[in-house]
């Protein structure tokens, strides 16, 4: 079946540096988008969401990208800091108005 | 605050025993969702329930069952059919009627088999 997938399941990146997670999606009827960081032994934190008429939106220090044409959005977080580190899942609705498909997740470290 | 309560942390079945997890929201959300995480796996729909005293299967819903009796209240009772029940359960809520609104999660229940 469809799925949201990731590229990378770890990502190791230095305190300050900018980070970018990736996310691929299948299903074309997907017009809604989210990103979640999830902390060990927490459920999901919602980040941020973008709909589908738009290409790019920015929050605190994050910001989503969305690219429709390649069925590809990214999750950009600035100036990473320790407390960044966590698994992030990207999450899409496949059309529907009530259900989202979750990714696998990457886990982002933030090193010294 | 407003939140969603999911009890308890942690939970222990013995073989053959059905248990109940518990999730509570004072968000007066109409839709409210189970989900299992697997270590590794991203969340997998048990069940979800747009409304009060309806709810659909999800795409593992055998050995589960839920109910909806309260806006508030979405337990998840898992029987002695799912043979494989270790895991990370969590509970979502999101207002339903306005399209593309994120769910939100409680911070989810452990269970083990004894």
């Known amino acids: 079946g469809e799925s949201v997938g990731l590229h990378l399941p770890t990502l190791s990146v230095q305190e300050g540096d900018n980070s970018i997670i990736n996310c691929a999606y299948s299903?074309?009827?997907?017009?809604?988008f989210i990103w979640y960081k999830q902390e060990s032994g927490k459920g999901p934190q919602f980040i941020i969401d973008i709909r589908s008429n738009m290409d790019k939106r920015q929050g605190q220090r994050v910001t989503v990208l969305l690219n429709k044409t390649v069925k590809h959005l990214s999750l950009q977080i600035a100036a990473t800091q320790p407390g960044d580190s966590a698994v992030y899942f990207c999450?899409?609705?496949?059309?529907?108005?009530?259900?989202?498909?979750f990714g696998t997740g990457t886990r982002l470290q933030v090193t010294l | 605050d407003g939140g969603i309560t999911q009890s308890p942390k942690y939970l222990f079945r013995k073989e053959g025993q059905n248990v109940t997890l518990s999730c509570e929201q004072n968000l007066n959300h109409d839709a409210m969702y189970w989900y299992r995480q697997d270590p590794g796996q991203g969340l997998r729909l048990i069940y979800y329930?747009?409304?009060?005293?309806?709810?659909q299967k999800g795409d593992i819903a055998e050995g589960y069952s839920v109910s909806r009796e309260k806006k508030e209240s979405f337990p998840l009772t898992v029987t002695s059919a799912q043979k494989n029940p270790t895991a990370f359960y969590l509970c979502?809520?999101?207002?339903?009627?306005?399209?593309?609104?994120?769910?939100?999660f409680g911070d989810g229940t452990r269970l083990s088999i004894l």
């Open positions: 979502a809520s999101k207002q339903e009627g306005v399209r593309n609104q994120p769910q939100h």
């Open positions: 299903n074309s009827a997907s017009d809604y």
């Open positions: 999450a899409d609705n496949t059309g529907t108005a009530s259900k989202l498909t």
């Open positions: 329930s747009q409304i009060v005293n309806d709810f």
